[in-house]
């Protein structure tokens, strides 16, 4: 595995590959790998010829400081865990590589409703930083499959949003979400739960699958109520629980409402925020 600071060198090597006729699948990511993150990895390397990864923690995607102060970061192990993954190439930046002073690279786009509600409401800024840092990065490596997972539903919906309005060839592949045995989805934060709050944390997951069997019978309102009111009295602080249109991103009541529903939600589990949502019916 090659692995490179500068962007300059990366796009000589993929220009290389580029003249080989290779394709190029990539897997944007903040570090601190998981499994989750290795499975996209591997998909990328069998669905292209070259596989590759950047790990930069994004400071304009965190609305939050003192998240990003303690976002964990765990390098020597990633770059242990992408090489037996099959990663061909990392690209690790200084943060003047990403952003070079004095050009203002921020993204403008309107994505209407689908930044505005959910992670929107709770983050404000958070898909405007990310939306910047994915189409730098998407502009670096120039790839033919952009690999990214379920877990960040809402990311994910807005990136398709913005490969759409750009008119981008690139091929968005969203992966299904890797889970704990326990069912807690997995997450670089989740090396930050307490031990009682890892105990806890699982029921993010039973709560979207009891929505999902409740809502052939029930409204979306009784469901999202009720789980709201679960989540709590397990000790977590949820922040929303939504069953939403998985196209739109816009609020469904009632089983008929729309043929692919996602339940999304957002919880703090004390001092950590994770984020989760299943399909409740249809499929992209
Ligand atoms: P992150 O490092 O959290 O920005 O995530 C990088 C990519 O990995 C994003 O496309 C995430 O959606 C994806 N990802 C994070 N956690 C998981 C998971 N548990 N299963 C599958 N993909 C994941």
């Known amino acids: 595995m090659f692995i490179f600071q500068k962007v300059a060198d990366l796009q000589a090597f993929l220009h290389a590959a580029r003249a080989e006729k290779k394709s190029i699948g990539f897997v944007p990511t903040m570090g601190a790998l998981h499994a989750g993150h290795l499975d996209l990895v591997q998909k990328a390397k069998s669905a292209c010829d070259i596989a590759v990864v950047s790990i930069f923690v994004n400071p304009t995607q965190f609305n939050d400081r003192k998240d990003l102060e303690v976002y964990p970061r765990t390098p020597e192990q990633d770059v242990a865990a992408l090489i037996s993954a099959g990663c061909d190439a990392l690209l690790m930046p200084p943060v003047d590589e990403i952003y070079p002073p004095g050009i203002d690279l921020t993204v403008q786009l309107d994505f209407g409703p689908l930044d505005k509600v959910m992670e929107g409401v709770f983050r404000p800024g958070h898909f405007k930083g990310m939306a910047t840092v994915v189409k730098r990065l998407l502009d670096i490596v120039e790839p033919d499959q952009l690999l990214m997972g379920q877990k960040d539903f809402q990311q994910l919906s807005i990136v398709r949003d913005m490969l759409r309005q750009l008119d981008s060839p690139i091929r968005l592949v969203m992966c299904t979400t890797v889970r704990e045995p326990d069912g807690l989805a997995m997450s670089s934060r989740n090396t930050r739960l307490s031990p009682e709050m890892r105990?806890?944390?699982?029921?993010?997951?039973?709560?979207?699958?009891?929505?999902?069997?409740?809502?052939?019978?029930?409204?979306?309102?009784?469901?999202?109520?009720?789980?709201?009111?679960?989540?709590?009295?397990?000790?977590?602080?949820?922040?929303?629980?939504?069953?939403?249109?998985?196209?739109?991103?816009?609020?469904?009541?009632?089983?008929?409402?729309?043929?692919?529903?996602?339940?999304?939600?957002?919880?703090?589990?004390?001092?950590?925020?994770?984020?989760?949502?299943?399909?409740?019916?249809?499929?992209?």
């Not at 929505?211 to 679960?230: G, L, P, Y």
């Not at 629980?241 to 998985?246: I, K, P, T």
């Not at 089983?255 to 949502?277: E, S, Y």
Request: aromatic share 8%.
């Open 199 to 284: 105990r806890v944390s699982p029921v993010i997951y039973q709560v979207l699958r009891e929505a999902k069997t409740a809502f052939q019978e029930e409204s979306a309102h009784k469901i999202e109520a009720r789980a709201m009111q679960k989540l709590a009295a397990s000790g977590l602080q949820p922040e929303y629980f939504e069953l939403v249109d998985g196209i739109t991103l816009q609020a469904v009541e009632n089983w008929q409402d729309a043929a692919f529903v996602v339940a999304c939600t957002a919880a703090f589990a004390g001092t950590v925020r994770l984020i989760d949502n299943i399909v409740i019916k249809g499929s992209e």
